[in-house]
């Protein structure tokens, strides 16, 4: 029989082993005072580690990301939260946090467009949009929770990714990471392309990514953008551009891919 020291060492052995094949899991929280649904992911070790400061993700369509009956196909959500305790536990990334706004309802294609379409009589407020995010949400999220507020990424997919971009882009002075999947391109005759060409700025680490099965105009569109990026200065390890070759345009091909999001935006220290 084991020695008395002996089994308290064993069992510390085991406890910390428990821990270690654990997975921790983050928290949710739901801002009450803002005129949005805005949900927040806190990492996991967030109340334990009172003194860490962390980055922060602002994703576009926060109703899709976390709950399975919020989402716009119902238990077709983005299982953010899963994907980033995933990420974090197994240090493919670093801890962020992650605040997802609900988009405006009918309103929505006016705000992820950041110009007016004449041919389908819509869009064009992005930048109000923008205002909305940079000038109450982020400093209401600064105030509030532990941030790097200088650490700041936004991201979202098709029109939600496109009005990332393009607010990404014109304020490259607060986000340093964008995420575009699935973007869409094709908005007002492909207007983004042209934000793009006269893009000179700080460049932020931009993921681009689209499915195979989203259509061959699709396609084309996202490898045009990839090529526009470079040629104003993006390189490999800026710009990461993946194509899913099995993926369509749905909250369930984005779910699988969005840990691969999560490590390129955030890299483990």
Do not use: C
Not at 18 to 24: D, E, G, L, T, W
Not at 167 to 188: C, E, K, N, T
Not at 198 to 214: A, V
């Amino acid at each position: 029989m084991a020695s008395s020291p002996l089994r308290a060492t064993l069992k510390r052995v085991f406890r910390l082993e428990n821990r270690r094949r654990a997975v921790r899991r983050g928290a949710l929280e739901r801002l009450a005072d803002f005129p949005r649904i805005v949900t927040v992911y806190l990492p996991p070790g967030y109340h334990e580690r009172e003194t860490a400061r962390y980055p922060v993700l602002y994703m576009q369509d926060g109703q899709n990301l976390f709950e399975p009956q919020r989402a716009f196909v119902p238990g077709q959500h983005w299982r953010l939260s899963e994907a980033a305790d995933d990420a974090i536990n197994q240090r493919a990334a670093a801890p962020m946090i992650i605040v997802g706004v609900d988009h405006a309802g009918p309103a929505r294609i006016e705000e992820y467009t950041p110009t007016h379409d004449d041919s389908r009589k819509a869009g064009g407020k992005a930048d109000a949009y923008g205002r909305l995010l940079l000038d109450k949400l982020k400093p209401l999220i600064d105030s509030r929770y532990r941030t790097i507020p200088t650490d700041t990424a936004i991201g979202g997919s098709s029109l939600g990714g496109l009005v990332s971009l393009y607010l990404g882009l014109r304020h490259a002075d607060v986000f340093r990471a964008i995420a575009a999947m699935s973007p869409s391109i094709w908005w007002d005759n492909r207007a983004i392309l042209r934000e793009v060409d006269t893009f000179d700025g700080p460049r932020p680490r931009i993921w681009l990514d689209i499915g195979g099965r989203e259509g061959a105009e699709a396609l084309r569109d996202a490898r045009t953008l990839n090529e526009r990026l470079r040629k104003r200065g993006w390189n490999d390890a800026t710009l990461r551009f993946y194509e899913d070759r099995r993926g369509d345009h749905s909250e369930r091909a984005w779910a699988k891919r969005v840990r691969m999001v999560l490590e390129f935006l955030f890299p483990p220290s």
